[in-house]
């Protein structure tokens, strides 16, 4: 036990596993026993779940949402690692930054410029969440690359590699693992603005739809309960994350500090 309460210290896993599952149990003893004020009770969440999950559609929703959701990540991220590793010709080197700088850039004004550009909703939806997720898995991307080292590039050119050899070997390959940890970082970016783009379009439904009408009629218990869900598919995913890296990247591990 002294290990949890110990900086930088590594519990066992039957230890931390077990703090984890009391803390979780303890909120909701909280949230049953002493609800706040604010929030609906556990009772009525788990009562509006039910509803939500046998009348209205949530795990079709939910599906839908996250079948866009990850399209849009996978186009994403093909167009955000073009454009970093373009960042090797000085050419290029203007559209990544100033491909990052348009992060700053609000989604209401993008919506209707995306709208002249596509013929229909789904497009619109795609193409803005494609670009809010571009333009900071560009950010996020560059910077990895930026990390790459003189001495790691002068060892690939010892070794007989041409220059683009040596960016293939050590910035593309050696950087991989890195390249799937800012997608997982920023994976939640897309679910973030999911909900307000299926608002603004609502022909093909979706999480953030249901979200907008149990607001819009104040039922609290069916937002916090879609929220809830929200939180546990993204957490799911997260998982899946770091699943692959681990199975594809194991040697990933070993630079973490123990």
Not at 51 to 78: C, F, K, N, P, R
Not at 103 to 125: C, D, E, N, P, W
Not at 181 to 210: C, D, H, K, P
Not at 240 to 257: D, E, H, I, K, Q
């Amino acid at each position: 036990m002294k290990t949890l309460f110990a900086p930088n210290a590594q519990p066992a896993r039957l230890v931390f596993t077990s703090m984890v599952v009391a803390q979780v149990a303890l909120l909701l003893l909280l949230w049953l026993f002493y609800p706040m004020q604010l929030f609906p009770s556990l009772g009525e969440v788990v009562r509006s779940l039910g509803d939500l999950i046998t009348t209205q559609g949530l795990i079709q929703e939910l599906w839908a949402s996250m079948t866009t959701a990850i399209e849009a990540l996978a186009v994403a991220t093909v167009l955000a690692l073009g454009i970093s590793y373009l960042t090797a010709l000085p050419f290029f080197r203007p559209i990544a930054y100033a491909a990052s700088k348009m992060r700053y850039l609000t989604l209401t004004g993008l919506t209707f410029f995306m709208a002249l550009m596509v013929s229909s909703g789904h497009q619109v939806k795609l193409s803005v969440l494609i670009f809010g997720a571009t333009v900071y898995l560009v950010t996020g991307m560059t910077s990895v690359i930026l990390t790459t080292t003189q001495e790691e590039m002068d060892h690939a050119r010892t070794l007989g590699m041409s220059e683009w050899r040596s960016f293939y070997e050590v910035v593309v390959l050696g950087k991989l693992d890195e390249m799937l940890e800012v997608v997982r970082q920023n994976f939640a970016i897309i679910w973030t603005m999911i909900t307000l783009v299926e608002t603004l379009y609502q022909s093909e439904g979706g999480i953030g739809l249901l979200l907008y009408k149990q607001n819009r009629y104040l039922h609290l218990d069916g937002v916090l309960a879609i929220q809830l869900v929200i939180l546990a598919t993204g957490a799911a995913q997260d998982y899946g994350f770091v699943l692959l890296r681990r199975v594809f990247f194991p040697f990933s591990a070993l630079a973490t500090a123990q």
